[in-house]
């Protein structure tokens, strides 16, 4: 009997607990981002006030948060999310906080006059979530944007000073689900990055020094998500091989996931050497990915890309030589592109007979010195320029057509051009067009605003 009356006790204390308990969802659009997590991790793991935390994919869920972060990924997530904000809104308790973070927030004016949101965290993360978790005032958080009668009021960010042991993600039940470009997850190894491409907010996101991540906290991570489900992993940063111990943090990633399950993405042609090269083949699926960009010095020039076509041809050789697979990126329709920057490109590619390759056509991203040479404007952007072949398609989808089905044949294992690739290769380059002019409408005033980012 007193047993009973000490449970039913204590179940009426839990009930309340959990009513006063703070509750926060992390909302990743469309897949989990590793950026998500992390943020979830900090409001579930770091010292301080208990929250429940959820993390969720999509906008629609049921209940009331104190806290709604919105991680975004991409700039067209403010004008989807703009469209659910007031349902949104109705999720949030009274006081409670609409919160964005991402890439896109490194420019908080750009956010706020898409999204009526509450406050914008800018750079990262983990400082002002954690001051925002133990209740801090907006007005005291280092790294947040929010906005007051007299306009937009910036706390300048501040860099996380430990890294190198930094806070344990929160992982999905469901991230062996997932697979973004054949990995599961990837995981961050490291921070910042000394180069500066002009498309590219890596560099002014976290800064030109490298901050490396312990070998031994990154293992107690891959372990985690292992025992999660997750399969594929990849390590990421940037330039991953820029990792202060590439070759030791690959060799014992591997011995915990497996050679056949690591990948080392996105790695820079002039950050290679026989040890780089050889830790790829021995401890992961034995492919490098360079960003190659172009085929024209006067574009890679124009791109900061700091590299020349000389050394991509070089590193292919190099990576070929070691047994390496190798895989490029380009970027077609920059500002500027002439026809014959293209052809060069196209020859490149005809030329290397990579192993795979992916083409985009340039996008602004906010904060980027892309995105403020686009505001400027100029009658050399391929992506307004109408094509004089194919009708109803800019110069820029053109030029991303044409190199995707090139890239098809010219390569080691050449493609099938049958009819459905040929629609698929249409409709995803169509695709990438419409969305890039979207992003480059918001940032130039064709839907209403012209936008200046004060970083840049
Ligand atoms: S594209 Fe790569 S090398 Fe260039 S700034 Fe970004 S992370 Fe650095």
């Known amino acids: ?166 806070t344990l993600p929160k992982i999905p039940k469901d991230i062996s689900e997932q697979d973004v470009r054949g990995a599961n997850v990837y995981i961050e190894t490291h921070r910042g990055c000394k180069f500066n491409c002009s498309f590219c907010q890596v560099s002014e996101f976290f800064g030109r020094e490298i901050r490396s991540r312990s070998i031994d906290n990154i293992v107690e991570e891959v372990k985690e998500f292992k025992k999660a489900g997750v399969k594929k992993i990849a390590v990421s940063g940037g330039t991953s091989s820029l990792y202060y111990k590439f070759r030791d943090l690959l060799e014992t990633v591997s011995s915990v996931i497996g050679k056949n399950n690591l990948s080392a993405p996105d790695i820079r042609v002039d950050t290679i050497n026989e040890e780089t090269l050889d830790a790829i083949r021995e401890y992961t699926i034995g492919w490098v990915f360079f960003g190659m960009e172009s085929g024209s010095d006067r574009m890679l020039k124009r791109m900061r890309k700091g590299i020349k076509v000389g050394d991509i041809i070089e590193a292919r050789e190099a990576a ?61 952007n391929p992506l307004f320029i109408q094509s004089k072949r194919i009708r109803n398609m800019s110069v820029a989808e053109e030029r991303a057509l044409d190199l995707m089905l090139t890239s098809y044949v010219a390569r080691e294992r050449p493609l099938t051009l049958s009819d459905d690739l040929y629609e698929k290769t249409l409709k995803e380059v169509r695709k990438q067009g419409e969305d890039i002019r979207k992003v480059t409408q918001m940032i130039t005033g064709g839907l209403g605003y012209v936008y200046n980012c004060g970083y840049l």
């Not at 070929?320 to 920059?334: C, L, M, N, R």
Request: charged share 30%; aromatic share 8%; with cysteine.
């Open 1 to 166: 009997m007193f047993l009973v009356k000490v449970f039913a006790c204590k179940k009426v204390f839990c009930e309340k607990e959990k009513v006063l308990r703070k509750r926060a969802i992390v909302i990743s659009p469309g897949i989990y981002t590793y950026g998500a997590s992390v943020i979830a991790g900090i409001l579930e793991r770091c010292p301080g006030v208990d929250i429940d935390v959820t993390l969720s994919k999509g906008l629609h869920f049921e209940g009331k948060f104190d806290y709604i972060f919105l991680s975004l990924s991409s700039t067209l997530h403010l004008l989807e999310i703009g469209d659910s904000i007031q349902e949104l809104k109705r999720k949030c308790k009274d006081g409670g906080l609409i919160v964005v973070g991402g890439p896109v927030s490194q420019c908080p004016e750009f956010v706020f006059r898409y999204l009526d949101c509450d406050v914008v965290v800018i750079g990262e993360g983990e400082i002002p979530v954690e001051m925002m978790k133990n209740g801090y005032a907006i007005e005291e958080i280092d790294g947040v944007a929010y906005k007051e009668n007299r306009g937009i009021v910036i706390n300048p960010p501040k860099q996380l000073p430990d890294i190198e042991h930094r």
């Open 320 to 380: 070929k030589q070691q047994g390496v697979k190798v895989a490029g990126s380009f970027i077609v329709g920059y500002p500027g592109e002439r026809e014959e920057d293209y052809e060069k490109t196209k020859e490149l590619v005809e030329d290397l007979y990579l192993d795979d390759c992916f083409i985009s056509i340039a996008e602004p991203i906010p904060g980027t010195e892309l995105a403020e040479e686009v505001i400027k404007g100029g009658a050399d």
